[in-house]
């Protein structure tokens, strides 16, 4: 069983930055693929980014490419998103998930992932 943890989430002014941790139990942190999703108020939940398990694959959603960059840290069981040049529509609970299969194939899909943490809020000011 997988326990994800995000933390890093505040108020901000549109322009700053912000990086979210996601820490995760498990000494097999390292073979899970893991995405960062996130909802709005009256939205449903969308695709941020995805990182796969050999590290070297990544995804972004067109919304945040060039500005969101995911990344991991197998040594310290630890995913990352660094959020810059923040926009009000980033405003959202984000929400890392897990997928411990290593059987994602579709990492835009909420489906592919077994687990979810319970999120961490991001407000961005205009």
């Known amino acids: 069983q997988v326990q994800l943890v995000e933390s890093g989430g505040g108020l901000v002014q549109a322009g700053d930055s912000l990086r979210l941790s996601c820490a995760a139990s498990g000494r097999t942190f390292s073979n899970y693929n893991m995405g960062w999703f996130r909802q709005a108020p009256g939205k449903e939940r969308e695709f941020v980014a995805a990182?796969?398990?050999?590290?070297?694959?990544?995804a972004y959603a067109d919304s945040v490419k060039g500005r969101f960059t995911i990344s991991r840290d197998n040594a310290k069981n630890t995913l990352y998103l660094q959020m810059n040049s923040l926009k009000p529509e980033d405003t959202a609970v984000y929400y890392c998930?897990?997928?411990?299969?290593?059987?994602?194939?579709?990492?835009?899909?909420?489906?592919?992932?077994?687990?979810w943490g319970q999120g961490t809020q991001v407000t961005v000011s205009s």
């Open positions: 998930a897990a997928d411990v299969t290593r059987g994602l194939v579709r990492p835009r899909m909420s489906s592919e992932y077994q687990y």
């Open positions: 990182i796969f398990w050999t590290g070297g694959i990544t």
